[in-house]
């Protein structure tokens, strides 16, 4: 079967892995090296889902809150949240392009302190 990501990836692919399980433990290194782990504190890399790649600009908050309750749905016994998937992000599309500051999406605060993202509250009428 020809691989569609051709079999010189695939070689390098292979390649890599096998450095992974096979080399660097030999090399002497704490297991902990490139992971982020300092004493067992964060050793799992962030797990969770991102908007942008289903739904790109046509992201809402009913499609965001769906994407919630379905982390935390318990199906055949657990919940993605369950297995450690406990970060959704909202990737872009939910502020009011071109309402801002020279057409950006930003817009000074009331008292002029700080530049803030100027929300979309037709798809995020909740979001502050």
Avoid at 7 to 16: F, K, P, Q, S
Wanted: aromatic share 8%; glycine share 10%; with cysteine.
């Amino acid at each position: 079967v020809e691989s569609p990501l051709g079999a010189m990836a695939v070689r390098g692919l292979v390649l890599a892995l096998f450095a992974v399980f096979c080399c660097i433990p030999s090399m002497g290194l704490p297991a902990e090296v490139g992971t982020g782990c300092v004493e067992t504190v964060d050793c799992q890399p962030p797990m969770g889902w991102r908007s942008w790649n289903t739904f790109a600009e046509d992201v809402s908050q009913d499609l965001m809150q769906a994407a919630m309750d379905a982390m935390v749905q318990e199906r055949s016994g657990s919940s993605l949240l369950q297995l450690g998937y406990n970060d959704v992000g909202l990737d872009d599309n939910y502020q009011l392009c071109g309402s801002g500051v020279n057409q950006s999406f930003h817009a000074w605060t009331e008292d002029g302190t700080k530049l803030v993202n100027v929300i979309n509250t037709e798809t995020f009428p909740d979001l502050e």
